[in-house]
C-alpha cells in the first residue's frame, strides 16, 4: 500500500469516493462508456509525461510496460507473457480478430449484440478472405435465464464454426454471459474463444485465465479508471488443462517490431510453460504512450489497494438496489437486463422508461430524454440500441451503470429523476 492510502482495505465508501476526480454534483451513472479517473491516475499522467516530455532518453524500453505488465497481470491471475496494455478494446479486439488464422468458408458464431467494433472487424475479414458470419439474437427481458443463452449458441455450432466471438458482459443490456459455462461449450467442439471484455476489468475480482477463453479484450478506462485511450489484453500462451484444454491457436501477432524480420519464432508450447513471449510481440509496436500506460497501471494498483472482491461486492449491492429501484418505478416488464438469473446480472442496467411500448423504437425522444438528464438534471446515463427477438424494430432503452463513487442515495435520486423525466415526456 501507498503511504497516502495506508487503510484503503477498509476505508469507508465515502472517503473511497473523494480519491476520483467528480464534478461536485454530478451523478456520473455510466461507466459502462467510460469511468471517471482517480486524482492518482490524472496525476501519474502528468508526471510521466513531464518527465518524458523532450527528453533524450530511449522510449522503446519503458514503452514496452514490462513491470506494469507483470503487476497488472499478477492482479488479474495470468503471466507477463500473457498481458498486453492496447490503446483501448477496440484495439485489443481488431489485433486478435485480424490475427486469427481463418481462411474462406470458416464460420465465426457470434450475437447481434456485440460492440459494432466486434462486428465491423468480422465483417471486414468477411469481404476480404470470405469467412462466414453468423450472428444469434440474445434473449432480452428480467427473467431470461442462463440456459437460453447456452442452448442458443450450442444449437447454433456447426461443423464449420472455427470460433465462439461473444461480449463477457452486453454493452447495450448488460447481460453477463455466462463465460466460463460458454467457454467450456466451446472447448467441447474445438472453438477459438474470443471474448469482448471490455466491462470486466475493474468491476469483477476477474481470474482471466480460469474463464478458459483464448483471448479477452479489455477497456482499461471504463470500470477499471484508467486514462482514455487504454486498454488491456489476455492472450492464452500456454496450457492450463483445467481452465483450457485445447491446443493453443495458430494467431499471428499483427503490428509488431518485435516479430522476427527473418524466420519464424518457435512453436507454440503444448505445456504451461511458454515457448516464448507472445504479449511481447503484440506490446512492441514502435513508440507508445508512457505515460497512459503507467497511469493505467497506477489504477489497477489502486484497485489491489481497496480490494478487487470488495469492489465486486459493492458494485454489485448498488446494482442491486438500482434495479429494484427501477423495477418499483418502472416496472418489471420495461427491463431489458437480466433480473431473476442472478448469473446473468450486472450493474449495467437497460430499460424502457416510457409508458407507449412503441416508444422503444423512437431514437430522437430516447436521446432527448438522456439528453435532458444531462442538461437539467447534471445525470450522465447512456441510450443503447439493439435487437430484441421478434421485433421489426431495434429497441432503444435507457442505461445506467453503478460504480463503487456512487452510493444508494445518489440512485434513489437519479431513479426519482428518471421517473419524473420520463413522466414529462410520456
Known amino acids: 500500500m501507498t503511504a497516502e492510502s495506508p487503510t484503503l482495505r477498509g476505508a469507508a465508501w465515502s472517503r473511497i469516493r473523494e480519491l476520483f476526480a467528480l464534478e461536485p454534483g454530478a451523478i456520473h451513472l455510466n461507466c459502462g462508456t467510460v469511468g471517471a479517473m482517480p486524482h492518482a491516475v490524472i496525476d501519474t499522467v502528468d508526471r510521466v509525461t513531464r518527465h518524458w516530455a523532450g527528453g533524450l532518453g530511449d522510449v522503446y524500453p519503458p514503452g514496452n510496460y514490462p513491470d506494469h505488465r507483470a503487476a497488472i497481470a499478477k492482479a488479474y491471475r495470468v503471466d507477463q507473457d500473457e498481458m498486453v496494455i492496447t490503446h483501448n478494446a477496440t484495439e485489443g479486439m481488431a489485433r486478435v480478430i485480424h490475427g486469427l488464422d481463418l481462411h474462406a468458408g470458416d464460420e465465426v458464431l457470434t450475437t447481434t449484440h456485440e460492440c459494432y467494433s466486434v462486428l465491423s472487424n468480422f465483417n471486414l475479414l468477411r469481404n476480404r478472405i470470405g469467412i462466414s458470419l453468423r450472428t444469434l439474437t440474445l434473449p432480452t427481458g428480467y427473467e431470461v435465464r442462463a440456459e437460453e443463452i447456452l442452448d442458443l449458441i450450442a444449437a447454433a455450432i456447426t461443423p464449420r464454426t472455427k470460433v465462439l466471438a461473444f461480449a463477457g458482459i452486453t454493452l447495450f443490456t448488460g447481460t453477463r454471459l455466462p463465460m466460463r459455462a460458454l467457454c467450456e461449450l466451446a472447448h467441447r467442439h474445438g472453438l477459438i474463444t474470443v471474448i469482448d471484455g471490455a466491462l470486466l476489468p475493474g468491476m469483477l ?222
Open 205 to 426: 475480482d476477474l481470474d482471466m485465465r480460469a474463464i478458459g477463453a483464448d483471448f479477452i479484450s479489455c477497456s482499461g478506462s471504463k470500470f477499471q479508471c484508467g486514462p482514455l485511450g487504454t486498454g488491456l489484453l489476455y492472450v492464452r500462451n500456454k496450457i492450463h488443462p483445467e481452465h483450457n484444454p485445447l491446443p493453443l491457436p495458430t494467431f499471428w501477432p499483427v503490428i509488431s517490431t518485435w516479430y522476427p524480420m527473418q524466420g519464424s519464432p518457435p512453436p507454440r508450447t503444448t505445456t504451461a510453460i511458454e515457448s516464448d513471449n507472445m504479449a511481447d510481440y503484440l506490446q512492441s509496436a514502435g513508440s507508445a504512450s508512457i505515460a497512459r500506460g503507467a497511469a493505467l497501471a497506477a489504477a489497477c494498483a489502486l484497485w489491489d489497494e481497496i480490494g478487487r472482491d470488495r469492489i465486486e461486492r459493492r458494485i454489485m449491492e448498488l446494482a442491486a438496489h438500482a434495479r429494484a429501484r427501477v423495477a418499483e418505478r418502472f416496472g418489471i416488464e420495461a427491463m431489458y437486463s437480466p433480473g431473476a438469473d442472478p448469473r446473468l446480472r450486472s450493474p449495467l442496467i437497460a430499460f424502457h422508461p416510457f409508458r407507449k411500448p412503441e416508444d422503444a423504437w423512437n431514437v430522437n425522444k430516447i436521446h432527448e430524454f438522456t439528453m435532458r438528464l444531462q442538461r437539467e438534471h447534471r445525470l450522465f446515463t447512456r441510450w443503447t440500441e439493439f435487437d430484441v427477438v421478434g421485433s421489426p424494430h431495434q429497441h432503444y432503452a435507457s442505461r445506467l451503470t453503478t460504480h463503487i463513487f456512487n452510493d444508494f442515495d445518489q440512485i434513489d435520486l437519479a431513479v426519482d429523476i428518471m421517473a419524473r423525466t420520463a413522466e414529462e415526456m410520456s
